[in-house]
Every structure is written in C-alpha cells, then in structure tokens.
C-alpha cells in the first residue's frame, strides 16, 4: 500500500521545535536538579535527590515557599475580585466605559520594574507620600482606631523595609498591576452572554440585580472564571521583577519576600549553584502543571455547557 | 387569565419610528398572532407588552389594570423566546423550577443545600407541578438533561416548560418555532395549538410567517411600518383584506395583483375586457387582486385572458401555472388541480378565466374599495 508520507514532513517542524525548546531543556533540567553542577565545571557529580532534600528540609526554602504562598493567595482572589467587580462596573456604565478601561489597564501596560521605583518613593518611611498623607490623619477622629494612634504616635510602618508588613505591600502592588488584565478578560466574558438570558429571567421573576447575577451572569462567566484564575495563578508563581528592584539583595526583610522565582534566580544565576536552581525549576513547573491539569478538569467538568 | 389591552402605543429608537401609535384589545382566552415582514415591530411590540421594553407612549393594561410602570417580573407573563434563552448550566428540571422557586420561595427557602432542608413539602409541590407539566408536554424522561444535551425542538419543548410550569396570566411567543426545520414547525403548529385549547389561556404569538398565522390565531394583527393595518380572524383577513399591502402578504403563493381601469361609468375593466362590475370611481387606474386558487385554465373564448406558461411549480396536490401575459412584467399565477388531467407543456399558449365575486379592488392609494354593483354569474 502506498501511503503519502507527506504528513510526517509537515509535522517535522513543528515537532522539532518543541523537542528543542521545550521538551530537551525540561529534561534537562530535571537532569541536572539530581547533581551539583556549576556553570563553568568540566563536569558534575550526580547527588541523587539531595537537592530537593534541601528544598523540603532548610528555613531558607521554607519561608521561599512561606512567602510565595502568602503572596499567591492573596493575591489571585483579590485580584479575580476586583477583576470581576470592575468589568461588571465598566458594564453597566453608559458613558465613560473606555475611559475606566484604560485607566485600569494602565498598570499592566507599565513596565513592573519602572512602577517599582514609583512604588518605592511612595512607600519611603519619611518623606514617601503614603506615610506623609497618614500624618496628616493625626489629632482626628482617627486616631481612635488603636492602629493609627500607634503610627502617630512613633511612626507609621517601614512599609517595605518591616518584616511584618512587606510581603503585603509587595502584594498589594501586585494586586493593583495585576487586576487590569482580569478586568479585561472579564469584559470579554461579559459580552458573550446572550441578552435574552437575561429577559428571560426577568420574566422568570428575577428582581434584584444579585439574582441576575446568580442566575445568569455568574454561571456565564464559568468558563473565563477558570481561565481568568489559573492565568492569576501562574503569572503569580512568577513574580520576580518588583522582588528584584526593591531587594536586589536577599528577598526582603528576614527572607520574607523570598519568592521562588527569585530564590530560583539567586540560587541559579548569582550563586552559580545550577543543581539547586533547577531543583527549584522542577518544583515550579510541578505547580504549574497540578494548575493546569486542575483547570482542564474543572473545564470539562463544570463549565462545558454544550 | 386575562384580557389585555395595548393602547397608542408608540415607539423611537433613535430616528426611526419603529411603533407608531398602536391600539389592540386581545380578549381572555384569544390566541392572537402579530404577524408582518421583519423590521415591522411587532417583536417591539411583544417586548413592550412583556415590560422588557418601556414604550414612549401609550399605556398598557392587562386584565383591566394599569401596568405601564409595572416591571416585566411583577406582570405575571411568561414568555418563550425566539433563541429559547434557557438557561445552559441548568438540567431542564431546574430550568423549570426557577420560575417557581422566584416567585413561590422566600430567600433563605431558595439558598443552594439549605434550601431544600427548610422547606420540604414546598419543594415537593414544585417538583410535582414540574412533573405535571413534563407529562403533558411529553419530556418526563429529559428532566435530567442540559439544554446542551437536547435537538432542537427538545429545547422548544423544554422553554414552553418553563412558560407553562407556573399560571401565568398569558403566554408571549416571540417566533418560538422559527430554529425548527420544516417539518417540526408544521408539527408543532398543531400541537401549540392543541396546548391553547387545553390551556384555556391568552396566547400572544409574534411571527413572520404568514402560515403560522393563519393555521393557528383566533385573531391576527398584520403589522407593517410600525402599524397595524389589519386586525381580524384569518378568514376574514385573508378574503377580505383591506389594503393591497395585506392581500400580498397574506397568502402563499402570493396574490396577483393586475393593473385594471374604470370608465366613465366606473365599471372596471382587466387587460381591457369589461368585468361588469361597478365601483363608484370613474376615470381611475386600479389594482385587481386575484387569489391563484380563483384563477382556473379555460378555453379559449370571450371572457378568458390569454397567456404562455413559463414555469409549472408542482405541489403533489396541486399544479401552479406561472403564466407571462402581455403587458404584465409579474408573472400570474393559476391554480390547477392534478386531477384536471392533462398537464400543459412549458412555453404553450393557454387561456384562464377569473371568478368575478372574488376580485379584491383595490384604488390607487392601495385602499380596498367596495363593490358597487356586480353582475354574479360567472361568465365562463
């Protein structure tokens, strides 16, 4: 029988490109997560799954995992939230709609790094613009609330500098760079809901907005719902660069802004410990892919409405 | 049940004038149909009449009340839409149930697992409504499926579900059969009209199909430019219509509509041959309406018109001769049934005669005018 062969030659180079960028450099990463190499060594020794002994057992790779997940999980649901709650605004205005929109978008055009430094004026313990503004606040009614009487009366947070308070002001520009990106997601969800849903359940006796929203809307929005989390999921696993221009050195007060992509590029790259860092790359893709098998799952199981 | 009135109802949007001061009185337990081209605003209409739509004048009440400032889900309608518009994450039970458990349930009665634990038996008559409904329209055994999981008409049968499941005071169909294939449409045509029977309910029905209609109102509202131009029983439309604009659009295939003139006697005369029938306006050009089944193939003799066979549309039961006739750019269309025997050849000469008391005269404005005098024998 003859059969053209001319599938596999238009496979080819597809195929070849994903072995050479994605499928080779993941091995060989997880190759080199069991050994001790350097960049520059003639050769390496292989030392079994000490690596990743490190990575479960040491309080360096503790609080990489502390802070890491302190900041994921702060950051996806508020940012979904806000998300959501923007798009449903933005909606339901007449006029102004593309105004809010790039207002909001703003953030996520910026470059993070440059935003950085902004952000880092801002914060300054002395003369940034947040601490300054909170002064002005004393000797008012607000300095009934305990917090605030404390910030008056010695000073008010080191914002980026305190240990308390840093993974959550990282968080929080996180959160304010991130959301425009839901949002958008979100507004393209929205127009994909059928008008007459929403008849229909007026004339079913929906009364009130929040049993619209219930009914129809929230339902809709099932499939972007999932989408719109495992992408705040993964793009905050990633988060590095406002680590790296507010601590260059060390991941933050204590450690406490120790990310893992951070740890990854410390441990990797400064400290040339290529053994560990891959280590880290393979615990990293590890979450990224439990995320996106849990996302295919949640798809076809919940939101797969035809 | 109730009776509804819509009255100078009239509607903008932008520049164009889509309703222009409707009046129209549905009584208790009328099927009525608005039917008219697409763009005439009769789904407008339905929408205004729903509450989903706020007209810019004109009031609208239902069962002698009032309800122009009342919001669609305080008017007790129910409505089947065009799309269906169920709701896709629902099985067709649940889609069923929302209605009910809207208006029947209080909030803490309504909350997701809660629910059903505080308010058994409640849920239990719901259920038991649901399963009623199901049985008459037949899709007891689609309860459990999504809208997703269903054919077509599946879907059309689940949406009156929902319409039906609770007792509204009249049912909205906004072109609830037009996602059907042919057949299905001619099926459920009947059997929407056997529910309105069994129903006993005011049924308000938007179309632009002209069959529709006539197969299945108590009334219909033809409806072109944001008017209404006829309202009546679709035997009374149908035979007697009252502008030219009606007489084409009712009835399949169309009407032919013949230029005819009178003389000073206003007699009217067709391709030139005195009709002897009189209307009151001398010295005019007119149009002559003549349905196709009251057009017949004759021989050749004083009272018949002559034309050539140009296309032969075949039904089964019936022939239609699409004849050219001179001075005529529209082709006429004769009626012929099969068992009239021999079928003529494409591109022969033939002749046809009219029955006269079934001409439609229309002026030249497109108004109906009334005959004044005729002379019945059909001269043949």
């Not at chain 1, 891959?278 to 939101?303: G, H, N, S, Y």
């Not at chain 2, 209307?279 to 050539?308: A, Q």
Request: aromatic share 10%.
């Amino acid at each position: 029988m003859s059969q053209s062969r001319v599938h596999l030659w238009l496979m080819a180079p597809a195929l070849l490109l994903m072995l050479l960028i994605l499928i080779i450099p993941i091995f060989a990463a997880l190759g080199l997560s069991f050994t001790n190499y350097s960049l520059g060594n003639s050769g390496a020794n292989f030392v079994g799954l000490q690596n990743y002994e490190q990575i479960f057992t040491r309080t360096t790779y503790q609080k990489m995992f502390g802070a890491t997940i302190r900041y994921v999980f702060v950051v996806v649901p508020i940012t979904v939230g806000l998300g959501l709650g923007a798009a449903l605004l933005i909606k339901s205005l007449t006029r102004f709609g593309d105004l809010y929109k790039t207002i909001y978008f703003l953030p996520v055009m910026a470059a993070l790094i440059a935003m950085a430094i902004v952000w880092e004026f801002a914060f300054h313990p002395t003369i940034g613009i947040i601490n300054s503004t909170l002064e002005q606040g004393c000797g008012t009614v607000l300095e009934n609330w305990g917090w605030y009487a404390n910030g008056c009366e010695r000073t008010f947070p080191l914002w980026l500098t305190d240990r308390n308070y840093a993974i959550w002001t990282v968080a929080f520009i996180g959160i304010w760079q991130g959301f425009g990106f839901n949002m958008v997601l979100y507004l393209a969800g929205l127009t994909s809901i059928p008008k007459e849903l929403y008849s229909a359940a007026e004339m079913d006796g929906a009364k009130s907005s929040w049993e619209r929203f219930r009914l129809v809307t929230w339902p809709m929005l099932g499939p972007t719902t999932v989408f719109v989390v495992t992408i705040s999921f993964i793009r905050s696993f990633q988060v590095f660069d406002m680590v790296e221009a507010f601590y260059p050195q060390g991941g933050g007060p204590s450690k406490s802004v120790y990310v893992m992509m951070f740890a990854l590029y410390e441990k990797g790259i400064q400290q040339n410990l290529m053994g560990i860092g891959a280590a880290i790359t393979v615990v990293f893709l590890v979450f990224v892919m439990l995320l996106t098998i849990v996302q295919r799952w949640l798809v076809d199981k919940r939101t797969h409405y035809v | 049940m109730a009776n509804i009135r819509l009255s100078n109802i009239s509607k903008r949007f932008g520049n164009t004038d889509v309703l222009n001061g409707i009046d129209l009185d549905i009584n208790d337990r009328e099927f009525v149909t608005l039917v008219g081209p697409s763009g005439c605003g009769k789904s407008t209409l339905l929408r205004i009449l729903a509450g989903l739509e706020s007209a810019d004048t004109g009031t609208v009440s239902i069962d002698d009340t009032d309800v122009t400032r009342i919001r669609p889900a305080d008017r007790n309608l129910s409505m089947v839409f065009q799309s269906y518009a169920l709701y896709p994450h629902l099985s067709v039970a649940q889609n069923m149930l929302t209605p009910l458990k809207l208006r029947d349930l209080s909030f803490p009665q309504r909350l997701p697992l809660i629910g059903p634990l505080l308010a058994k038996t409640e849920y239990k008559t719901l259920y038991q409504q649901i399963k009623n409904t199901a049985q008459i329209l037949k899709i007891e055994n689609l309860l459990d499926r999504k809208p997703g999981q269903l054919s077509g008409g599946q879907r059309q049968r689940a949406a009156l579900g929902r319409a039906m499941v609770r007792d509204p005071l009249a049912f909205l169909m906004d072109e609830p059969l037009s996602n059907l294939d042919a057949a299905l449409r001619v099926h459920m045509r009947s059997e929407l009209t056997q529910l309105h029977q069994r129903l006993r309910a005011t049924f308000v029905y938007v179309t632009h199909d002209q069959s529709e209609a006539l197969t299945m109102s108590d009334k219909m509202a033809v409806m072109m430019k944001g008017k209404i131009l006829q309202y009546g029983p679709p035997d009374e439309v149908y035979h007697n219509p009252q502008t030219i604009d009606v007489a084409r659009f009712i009835g399949s295939p169309a009407i032919n509509i013949i230029p005819g003139s009178t003389d000073e006697t206003g007699c009217v005369s067709l391709f030139g041959k005195s009709l002897e029938t009189h209307v009151s306006y001398p010295h005019s050009t007119l149009h002559i309406g003549l349905r196709p089944e009251h057009l017949s193939l004759s021989e050749n003799n004083g009272n018949s018109f002559p034309g050539i066979i140009r296309h032969i549309e075949n039904l089964g039961s019936d022939l239609f001769y699409h004849l050219e006739t001179e001075g005529m750019s529209q082709r006429i269309v004769v009626r012929s049934s099969q068992s009239e025997g021999k079928r003529l050849p494409l591109g022969s000469l033939t002749y046809f005669k009219a029955q006269k008391n079934k001409l439609l005269i229309f002026g030249e404005s497109g108004n109906r005018l009334t005959v004044k005098s005729q002379k019945l024998a059909e001269v043949a």
